[in-house]
């Protein structure tokens, strides 16, 4: 069974510009979460999508977006990138809410 | 908001020995999990404990809840090499009665096992 998987693995943007990850969950998953770790701030969630729909968001701001597809991959954007939001970009997928599988993640960096 | 806190946050222990990391938490919840990271790589999935009292075990680690002390624990056994990674604790909001945040992890436990 194939696991959740994340492109691009390495991203490196300049401040200013915009950027988008993607995510497939593993098959049968409808429930995909987004999270971004940082040393400073450890891993702090961003949303979560379940068949379409956002359901629950961190405390992010808006520059941060996503969105699910009906295949339930989903895309994570952020515009106006900021040397800050280089990090670690993690998407978990699950079935049920007591399973987390996480994807191996995209680093950003931004110079 | 939910809080959740470990300690120690860096532990370095010899092989063999057995030690235990604490994972407390804020506010009500039902739901914990552990994950292992090791450098550079994704979050693997440890244990769920679902309800007071759980107690689970894989090989040398065991980790345990009690919600009402809102405390988790994470024991190694014959700590060897291979275990040495950080370790996060994390809470399902969702299931805090504080909303749907997603999880809330702690800092992380940052463990060497030296030979």
């Known amino acids: 069974k194939a696991g959740v998987t994340q492109t691009p693995r390495y991203l490196i943007k300049t401040r200013g510009q915009q950027v988008t990850l993607s995510c497939s969950p593993i098959s049968g998953h409808r429930s995909v979460s987004w999270y971004q770790q940082t040393p400073g701030q450890g891993l702090q969630f961003l949303f979560e999508?379940?068949?379409?729909?956002?359901?629950n968001k961190g405390n992010f701001p808006g520059r941060f977006s996503g969105r699910q597809f009906s295949n339930s991959r989903s895309e994570m954007n952020v515009s106006t990138l900021e040397l800050g939001d280089s990090a670690l970009y993690l998407c978990?997928?699950?079935?049920?809410?007591?399973?987390?599988?996480f994807g191996p993640g995209t680093r950003l960096t931004v110079t | 908001e939910l809080k959740v806190e470990q300690n120690p946050l860096f532990l370095s222990m010899q092989e063999g020995k057995n030690y235990t990391i604490y994972c407390n938490y804020s506010?009500?919840?039902?739901?914990l999990y552990w994950y292992r990271q090791d450098p550079g790589k994704s979050l693997e999935s440890l244990f769920v404990?679902?309800?007071?009292?759980a107690v689970k075990q894989e090989g040398r680690l065991m980790a345990s809840l009690d919600t009402k002390a809102r405390l988790s624990t994470l024991h190694i056994t014959a700590a060897v090499h291979d275990l040495s990674a950080t370790y996060f604790c994390a809470v399902d909001s969702l299931y805090s009665g504080g909303g749907a945040d997603g999880l809330t992890f702690g800092k992380g436990t940052h463990l060497i096992i030296q030979p």
């Open positions: 506010t009500t919840s039902d739901r």
């Open positions: 404990l679902l309800s007071n009292g």
């Open positions: 978990a997928s699950s079935r049920t809410p007591a399973e987390q599988y």
């Open positions: 999508y379940f068949s379409e729909t956002q359901r």
